[in-house]
């Protein structure tokens, strides 16, 4: 941390993500079609907002920048991923039978402590992390009482049995 820097007020939280697309219908497909999100608003074939639980929009995609574009190639900055937090371990697993179902391939699945997760690409290659945080007071701690997280394989077959 820079030596002098004021913390940022603790209720701070991200809003929502806005993703460039190079076709809106095939996106729609993913976040609406496999992931369940609520189409809130459409503009056409060139924008669309999606919702969890009635919110104004928790996505964006868009065409406007990028319609028939490619994704960023590999070792370029950019997003690196969008984190889709659910409520519980159940809704994580409902989650990944939805992709399973609709033969989305995960790029890894990883209990973190402090959570599960599980990591993926959208149509357009954006980076997608759909996860469940454990009770604060089941986070791993250190001695020091610091957070001691860690990166083990999540056992899938277990997850879907929720």
């Known amino acids: 941390m820079t030596s002098g820097a004021i913390p940022i007020h603790p209720q701070t939280r991200i809003g929502h993500v806005h993703l460039k697309v190079a076709d809106l219908e095939r996106a729609l497909e ?3 079609g496999v992931l369940g999100f ?3 608003q459409q503009f056409g074939r060139q924008a669309a907002f999606l919702s969890a639980g009635g919110y104004h929009h928790h996505i964006g995609l868009n065409t406007w ?8 190639a590999a070792g370029t900055t950019g997003l690196y991923h969008v ?5 519980t371990r ?3 697993a409902d989650a990944l039978r939805r992709l399973l179902k609709a033969g989305v391939e995960l790029d890894g699945a990883a209990n973190h402590g402090v959570s599960e997760a599980l990591y993926l690409r959208d149509p357009d290659g954006n980076g997608a992390e759909l ?6 007071s ?3 701690r ?3 009482g610091g957070l001691a997280m860690f990166t083990r394989a999540l056992d899938l077959s277990a997850l879907l049995l929720e």
């Open 142 to 144: 250190a001695a020091d």
């Open 83 to 87: 984190a889709v937090l659910y409520p």
């Open 131 to 136: 996860y469940w945080d454990r009770p604060e």
């Open 90 to 92: 159940a809704q994580l």
């Open 138 to 140: 089941e986070w791993p």
């Open 65 to 72: 920048e990028s319609v028939g574009g490619s994704p960023p």
């Open 30 to 32: 993913f976040w609406h």
């Open 38 to 40: 609520a189409i809130t």
